[in-house]
T-cell receptor
Framework: DAGVIQSPRHEVTEMGQEVTLRCKPI?????LFWYRQTMMRGLELLIY????????DSGMPEDRFSAKMPNASFSTLKIQPSEPRDSAVYFC???????????FGSGTRLTVV | AQSVAQPEDQVNVAEGNPLTVKCTYS??????LFWYVQYPNRGLQFLLK??????LVKGSYGFEAEFNKSQTSFHLKKPSALVSDSALYFC????????????FGKGTTLSVSS
């Protein structure tokens, strides 16, 4: 298995632009998680899905952020409009469920200028 | 609510010496506890987990961790550190209730000097 695949690896965009991050979880994993990593705040859980259904989106910082999981093999995290404070590394992770741990993707490093 | 604390931002140790990276947690039910490692510009990699059973858990790369329920701790240990162990280490916890996600500590940077 290729693991959790995230794209793009790096994204540089101008303030105000729409940004879409993509994630392909491991086949057979029924839970998917989006995390954001910054120096100041560490790893923050943004949202997670079970069986393609959003379970908890309380970590999504603002209405500018949205996430979808249209099927078991694909998820997107969208920021519209983007702001410089959104600059971070965004990780996607998947899991086969409790009590198993998560497998993380390599992350997307987002820079908003 | 669940939370996890890693009280040390950085741990420095000489190669060959034992290392400990501290973690304490808080959950309302019984905990599932994990340690992950992150190398520069990489995603997090699973090291070990405690679900139930023996309090001493052995994981990858010679690491182990001890679950202490009375102290609500899950410290990561290794008897003899390697320079290649230098990385960022995360402790994570979740309640064993269904529908909860892992909450991560802020991370501890381990620096092993030769």
């Amino acid at each position: 298995d290729a693991g959790v695949i995230q794209s793009p690896r790096h994204e540089v965009t101008e303030m105000g632009q729409e940004v879409t991050l993509r994630c392909k979880p491991i086949s057979g994993h029924n839970s998917l998680f989006w995390y954001r990593q910054t120096m100041m705040r560490g790893l923050e859980l943004l949202i997670y899905f079970n069986n393609n259904v959003p379970i908890d989106d309380s970590g999504m910082p603002e209405d500018r952020f949205s996430a979808k999981m249209p099927n078991a093999s694909f998820s997107t995290l969208k920021i519209q409009p983007s702001e410089p404070r959104d600059s971070a590394v965004y990780f996607c992770a998947s899991s086969p469920g409790q009590p198993y741990g998560y497998t993380f993707g390599s992350g997307t490093r987002l820079t908003v200028v | 609510a669940q939370s996890v604390a890693q009280p040390e931002d950085q741990v420095n140790v000489a190669e060959g010496n034992p290392l400990t990276v501290k973690c304490t947690y808080s959950v309302s039910g019984n905990p599932y506890l994990f340690w992950y490692v992150q190398y520069p510009n990489r995603g997090l990699q699973f090291l070990l987990k405690y679900i139930t059973g023996d309090n001493l858990v052995k994981g990858s790369y010679g690491f182990e961790a001890e679950f202490n329920k009375s102290q609500t701790s899950f410290h990561l240990k290794k008897p003899s550190a390697l320079v290649s162990d230098s990385a960022l280490y995360f402790c994570a916890v979740r309640d064993n209730q269904a529908g909860t996600a892992l909450i991560f500590g802020k991370g501890t940077t381990l620096s092993v000097s030769s």
